[in-house]
């Protein structure tokens, strides 16, 4: 699949993730937070979604860590999209080597494939990434167009919020060093009421949500009603 001129990426974002790919599935690496929190992620979005027998894509794919145990779920199909060339030459080198079943992954951008396949998948999964490009509700919008009418769109992203400053910016990346340095902008965190705007706008109906926590003494992670931080958010289309 080819991209499209003028994506909606930071190609500074890009190189950032790119240049930590090859550690990507390393537990103990940079990624061990996206490793410890992604069986309550997967959990949840199964337990809403239902995964066994359905066409999903995940958006920001990255090395394929969620993607991966999606498939791996019973997943009819996978696809896993991102613009970080190293970080999708991993995930599939990752797949390749576990024999992971009925997954792919493409560079392409999120606003492309949605010109290319719309509603063509049962569940579509951002997590981590919205954050991370210029214009988060034209992501927002193009998840909506991929998805069925009457699919699940699963977004995660950071609140802008001086209790997320304090402990996803500062404490993570600056103090404990769990995540590198500059992995977060303040100024791009989205709040809660802005993602269900944007969702909304997009023909999303709001389904439920889910604050993430952490204990940085325990090293523990477990799903909230706090969305004070880290947050998701489980949507659908409407039926038309």
């Known amino acids: 699949m080819s991209n499209a001129s003028n994506v909606n990426a930071d190609p500074a974002e890009l190189e950032k993730f790119s240049s930590l790919a090859h550690r990507w599935w390393d537990p103990e690496s940079e990624f061990k937070p996206l490793h410890q929190i992604n069986p309550l992620r997967l959990d949840w979005i199964d337990g809403l979604a239902g995964l066994r027998g359905q066409r999903v894509l995940d958006v920001g794919c990255g090395g394929g860590i969620l993607a991966d145990s999606m498939a791996r779920k019973g997943a009819s199909s996978v696809v896993g999209i991102d613009l970080a060339t190293k970080a999708l030459r991993v995930a599939q080198l990752h797949a390749l080597e576990t024999g992971t079943p009925n997954i792919q992954y493409h560079e392409v951008s999120v606003e492309r494939l949605a010109q290319e396949q719309p509603a063509s998948f049962d569940v579509v999964t951002c997590m981590e990434m919205l954050e991370h490009v210029p214009d988060p509700a034209s992501v927002v919008q193009a998840c909506a167009d991929l998805v ?30 769990m995540i590198p340095k500059g992995t977060h902008e303040y100024a791009k965190l989205i709040q809660p009421s802005e993602l269900a705007h944007f969702a909304r706008q997009a023909g999303l109906d709001l389904q439920a949500s889910k604050g993430l926590q952490h204990n940085p003494l325990t090293g523990r992670y477990w799903l909230s009603a706090d969305t004070s931080v880290n947050y998701m958010l489980a949507t659908r289309r409407a039926v038309e």
């Open 148 to 177: 069925k009418p009457g699919g699940w769109v699963f977004f995660s992203t950071i609140n802008r919020s001086a209790k997320a400053f304090g402990l996803a910016v500062v404490a993570a990346e600056y103090l404990l060093k």
